[in-house]
């Protein structure tokens, strides 16, 4: 039997263990088209010896990019890394810029992308990337040479599979995989160095946390595969035998969930939040009995506690709430979940709560890409759930608190370091720990609990510690608000830049026959809105000391998003853009000229 040191070990382990005739599931022209291991395995080969055609050599790096998920990428993922090269997969909708920045930083020789609008932003850039030799596209453009060039390349070299072979046994798990760039909130991106050993030891140790017991399962992925939160997935469910289809993009996910019927799916809370917010909307149209049942299990499932925490009598009331209401949310997403891996952000406890009350079991977890990227994360078994938490550490990994309260970690995911970066590096591999960055503390059961960014807490002109996130989190429980960025660092109180919900806010103003104006520019200035929303700021200002209360706020025009350039890939915010681009907002809070 294989043993798992190496990435492209994974379809081999699954080829010899529970070889699948749907390993990898893509959606074409309507119709899921299925690849088994066996031809997932021959593909990737084909591939190899296609890029050894080429002129690819070991240590020579070659660019994924691609707008959605897809079989054509882990076959190339493989096929570039045994032959001892490294892959750079790159985020879609970066800048022309940084395409440019990525690609030279990191000497690219061949690049494989999607479809013509990647082709496009690579064509623009090319002539400044010397190091570039080759572009290949997985959909069938004239002006672009087909992937499957290089596997007929491939195909035509049988003999070269000896040198397959050879590159392949001279590979050590602690040899660098990849370079991931984050797509950091500030400055230019980070190369992150990831070794075989960090993510197959992640992969491994995060699949003890999955309650898929057996093979034959499937899994829905769309969360970009750029990243290491879902690449290290692709290979965790390749390694428990699970049939990973792909969904054709965010917004066929409703559509894909319905066909799929996955067992286990990854999520980020920003999306979370959404699906919530639609069943809420729906549930918000109903009317009598019915909009009252509705209700009655949301306040159910909003004092939720695992392992019936609550008694015999709350257990008796979730299980008519399940039965009358929350089945059909269950339903609605396929009715087989038996786990969504949720990440990349802090998810609010009272969408832990209404989720897993509805059966839907949600579980948070915690890492970064210099970790591969999982540190630690909840599972319902055997006690290891706790909400607020994001779970105890996994296999061999140690968290630190420091004196400071960063979180520390020592362990077989933690990166190599930042490539061609000595100096940034230094600065976080300190110690024999990497320093998060995160602020957190573990309890007594061993349950680790984040607090906020150390980088995002600020001190307001009276030397008080404001916890941004907590603040926000909480403000976004609200309805009207669909996005929040408390700022205050070194002024006399906190304050917040606001984008309101505005789909939420439209069907308030008809239903409430508000006669507010349809324009956001307007009706972000419109005085009765201004006021609807200073009672959901006071109402949940409540909750926290009179140092960290909201005392004014601004609303923005702009819906906040990934190409506007508010938000990271991964739906964090990026705090000092928002900051800039409202900069004239922010002045009018804290009354600075201009």
């Known amino acids: ?175 660098l995989a990849t370079l991931i760039y984050t797509s950091g909130t500030t400055g230019k991106p980070k190369g992150v160095m990831l070794s075989h050993k960090n993510i197959t030891t992640n992969a491994i140790y995060s699949a003890d946390r999955i309650p898929i017991e057996i093979a034959r399962h499937r899994a829905l992925s769309f969360l970009p595969v750029c990243h290491i939160y879902e690449r290290m997935l692709l290979y965790m469910y390749q390694y428990l035998g699970v049939s990973i289809n792909y969904a054709e993009s965010l917004e066929t996910i409703s559509e894909n969930l319905k066909e799929v019927k996955p067992h286990v799916m990854t999520a980020v809370p920003r999306l979370l939040e959404k699906v919530y917010d639609k069943i809420y909307a729906k549930g918000a149209e109903l009317s009598g009995i019915k909009k009252r049942l509705f209700f009655w299990a949301i306040s159910v499932g909003k004092h939720y506690e695992p392992y019936g925490q609550n008694g015999w009598w709350y257990e008796t009331k979730l299980k008519l709430a399940r039965k009358l209401i929350f089945s059909k949310w269950q339903e609605a997403l396929g009715g087989n979940l038996k786990a969504v891996a949720s990440g990349s952000a802090a998810l609010q406890p009272r969408l832990a709560r209404i989720y897993n009350a509805a059966g839907i079991p949600v579980m948070e977890g915690y890492g970064l890409t210099e970790t591969s990227p999982v540190i630690s994360v909840n599972d319902m078994r055997n006690g290891g759930f706790r909400i607020g938490t994001v779970g105890k550490a996994i296999r061999e990994t140690e968290v630190k608190i420091a004196h400071d309260g960063e979180i520390l970690i020592k362990g077989p995911q933690v990166m190599q370091g930042y490539y061609k970066d000595p100096k940034l590096t230094s600065e976080v591999l300190k110690d024999g720990y990497f320093h998060t960055g995160d602020i957190g503390e573990v309890d007594e059961d061993g349950f680790l609990k984040i607090t906020d960014r150390k980088k995002e807490m600020f001190k307001t002109s009276g030397g008080k510690y404001v916890a941004p996130q907590i603040i926000e989190n909480a403000f976004k429980q609200s309805r009207f608000i669909e996005q929040v960025m408390v700022v205050g660092e070194g002024e006399k109180m906190p304050a917040a830049l606001i984008q309101p919900n505005f789909e939420f806010i439209h069907d308030w103003n008809e239903r409430k026959d508000k006669n507010l104006p349809d324009d956001p520019e307007l009706l972000v200035k419109d005085e009765r809105l201004i006021a609807r929303i200073q009672k959901e700021v006071d109402h949940y200002n409540e909750r926290f000391g009179k140092w960290e209360q ?29 900051k800039q681009k409202y900069i004239h907002l922010y002045n009018k809070m804290y009354g600075h000229e201009s």
Not at 550 to 577: C, N, Q, Y
Request: charged content about 30%.
């Open 550 to 578: 909201v005392k004014k706020f601004e609303l923005t025009a702009d819906v906040w998003g990934i190409d506007s350039g508010h938000l990271t890939p991964t739906m964090k915010m990026k705090r000092k853009v928002i």
């Open 1 to 175: 039997m294989t043993e798992v040191k190496r990435l492209f070990d994974f379809p081999y382990y699954q080829l010899e263990k529970f070889p699948l005739e749907a390993a990898l599931v893509t959606k074409k022209n309507g119709e899921w088209v299925k690849t088994s291991t066996q031809d997932y395995v021959d593909k990737a080969n084909a591939l190899s010896r296609g890029l050894i055609k080429l002129g690819v050599e070991p240590n020579d790096k070659v660019a994924l990019i691609s707008m959605t998920n897809r079989t054509e990428w882990n076959i190339c993922d493989i096929g570039v890394l045994q032959i001892g090269a490294q892959d750079v997969p790159i985020y879609p909708t970066i800048s022309e810029e940084e395409y440019a920045y990525v690609l030279n930083h990191s000497e690219c020789k061949y690049c494989f992308v999607s479809c013509a609008e990647v082709l496009d932003k690579v064509r623009k850039i090319q002539d400044e990337v010397p190091s570039l030799q080759g572009v290949y596209c997985f959909d069938e453009l004239r002006d672009c040479p087909h992937y499957s060039e290089v596997l007929k390349i491939g195909e035509e070299h049988p003999e070269l599979q000896d040198e397959v072979e050879k590159r392949k046994n001279n590979i050590t798990e602690d040899d």
